[in-house]
């Protein structure tokens, strides 16, 4: 097996596949080239010389300048290497429609039929807080429960808290309303309490609006300051849910009612080999079968944007998608702060130079297919088909906010590795071997093993057949620890 992988014939640079030392010689499209300095695993290399100024080139794009000339065999990163991105740009539509020839399937997924034709891969019992001065009085009514009511049949109960709900203006407010109406609704919970205090911004009337239609069995609702015993009254009503749910059987249903997420984090030189364009070939392999996907992380498509745009099925699309993009880079403006950086440590130890580098291999997890729609943070996917979110790139932030738009389980992807869980089944995918063998405590799948010799066919349907074991119940390693929490994304002052 080579020591190094070159991705795109066009590319000026390769990616260490192992640690390379210096003085080894490596054969490249027929050429020797001779390691100038020490090359960690997922790192970058010359394979000729790269003047200053001159583009350094990985998966066939520009990822940014040299600041330098860089010689052959010479290590390529943050020392040497600066992003071109820059200001807003002005985009036009060069619209690629791709014609994927992807065969239907005959799997189905043993999930729960909802009363508006939606499906939960879990039944569980929850409590949605509108405001943070309930978490306590919430968390008392989940232990009783636990303690006192046969719960065996529920797949996991839980109080999911947070800190706002009041004294948040604009767009604080309004994005804490939607994304605790969204959680309250959403098919993988068999029942729901919503639980207020009775004073606060984030009034019960109110959310009951920003709610919509529900399902009037499976959710219920207590302001804590009209009751006298709010943990006992809270506790008689999640018993009615309890027995409400003891009907609740799995069945078999079709693919196309599966919407997955599409995340990564702590990503490394290998995310955009292996992890990512395996989640990509998953999401056009669902998307053929009529189900759902969502990209997000705005900030980490900067740099490549544009393949996004040109597979925007409408001008329509194209034009919300140029909006998605600048309007997070409004956003970085107005708080003073670098678009273009590259913020993690992790990222850049892991292999990682600039955004675009990050962008190139972050917007594989969105395949091949067209996109149909631009959601806003926290808005409900309506259409089949490869979708973007606004959100940012913050791992529980993002996560949180693919399960409130509908997402019934997160594909993340993860060269460092992390325990956290959203609230919805979460996906933790190693870009490498070596990660998966070290933190079995996190990571679910491997992609590492494209590295190894195992073909891309051959791991897409091992990761299909583990993706339907997941919805149809197996745990994932964050369920085991009961790793679980929402993050809600904040963006304003709170009095």
């Given at each position: ?181 969204a959680l309250a609704k959403h098919p993988n919970a068999g029942g729901v309490l919503v639980l207020s205090l009775g004073c606060e911004n984030n009034q019960q009337a109110d959310f009951k609006v920003a709610m919509g239609e529900w399902d009037h069995e499976r959710v219920k609702f207590l302001i804590s300051q009209q009751v006298q015993d ?100 409004n956003y970085f403006r107005k708080f003073d702060q670098e678009i273009y950086e590259n913020p993690s440590p992790g990222n850049k130890a892991g292999g990682i130079t600039t955004l675009e580098d990050k962008s190139l291999g972050c917007t594989q997890k969105g395949g091949n297919s067209e996109v149909v729609d631009v959601l806003d943070y ?118």
């Amino acid at each position: 097996m080579n020591k190094y992988l070159k991705i795109n014939p066009n590319d000026n640079v390769c990616v260490a596949i192992e640690n390379l030392n210096e003085g080894d010689v490596l054969s490249v499209d027929g050429v020797n080239i001779t390691i100038k300095n020490p090359i960690e695993t997922g790192h970058k290399f010359a394979i000729k010389n790269i003047n200053t100024n001159e583009n350094v080139v990985k998966y066939g794009y520009p990822i940014g300048h040299a600041i330098v000339d860089i010689k052959t065999g010479e290590h390529v990163h943050t020392h040497n290497v600066k992003t071109n991105l820059h200001d807003n740009l002005q985009y036009s539509y060069a619209p690629v429609h791709p014609k994927l020839n992807i065969p239907k399937s005959d799997l189905t997924i043993n999930g729960y039929l909802r009363y508006n034709g939606e499906m939960g891969i879990r039944n569980e019992l929850w409590i949605v807080p509108t405001v943070g001065c309930v978490n306590g009085q919430a968390q008392a009514i989940i232990e009783r429960v636990k303690k006192e009511l046969d719960v065996s049949h529920i797949d996991d109960i839980r109080v999911y808290t947070h800190n706002y709900g009041c004294s948040q203006l604009g767009d604080d407010h309004t994005n804490t309303q939607k994304a605790l109406a969204a959680l309250a609704k959403h098919p993988n919970a068999g029942g729901v309490l919503v639980l207020s205090l009775g004073c606060e911004n984030n009034q019960q009337a109110d959310f009951k609006v920003a709610m919509g239609e529900w399902d009037h069995e499976r959710v219920k609702f207590l302001i804590s300051q009209q009751v006298q015993d709010e943990i006992a009254t809270g506790f008689e009503m999640m018993s009615e849910l309890v027995e409400r749910m003891r009907k609740d059987k799995r069945e078999q249903l079709p693919l196309s009612k599966l919407k997955v997420g599409l995340k990564c984090g702590g990503s490394d030189g290998f995310s955009g080999i292996t992890a990512n364009p395996l989640v990509g070939q998953l999401s056009d392999w669902l998307i053929a079968q009529g189900g759902t996907s969502i990209l997000t992380e705005v900030p980490e498509m900067f740099g490549a944007e544009t393949i996004l745009m040109n597979r925007a099925q409408t001008e329509k699309v194209f034009n919300d998608t140029v909006l998605l993009v600048n309007n997070f880079k409004n956003y970085f403006r107005k708080f003073d702060q670098e678009i273009y950086e590259n913020p993690s440590p992790g990222n850049k130890a892991g292999g990682i130079t600039t955004l675009e580098d990050k962008s190139l291999g972050c917007t594989q997890k969105g395949g091949n297919s067209e996109v149909v729609d631009v959601l806003d943070y926290a808005q409900p996917v309506t259409k089949h088909g490869l979708n973007l979110l606004n959100a940012p790139g913050n791992d529980l932030v993002a996560a949180s906010a693919l399960a409130m738009s509908g997402c019934q389980i997160v594909l993340f992807t993860t060269g460092r590795g992390t325990p956290f869980g959203s609230f919805v089944p979460t996906m933790k995918i190693s870009t490498n071997s070596k990660l998966y063998n070290f933190k079995t405590n996190w990571i679910d799948f491997n992609a590492g093993t494209l590295l190894e010799g195992k073909s891309m066919e051959t791991v897409l349907k091992e990761f299909i057949d583990f993706i339907i074991q997941t919805c149809d119940g197996k745990h994932l390693k964050h369920e085991e620890t009961g790793f679980k929490e929402i993050a809600i994304f904040k963006t304003g002052v709170t009095l």
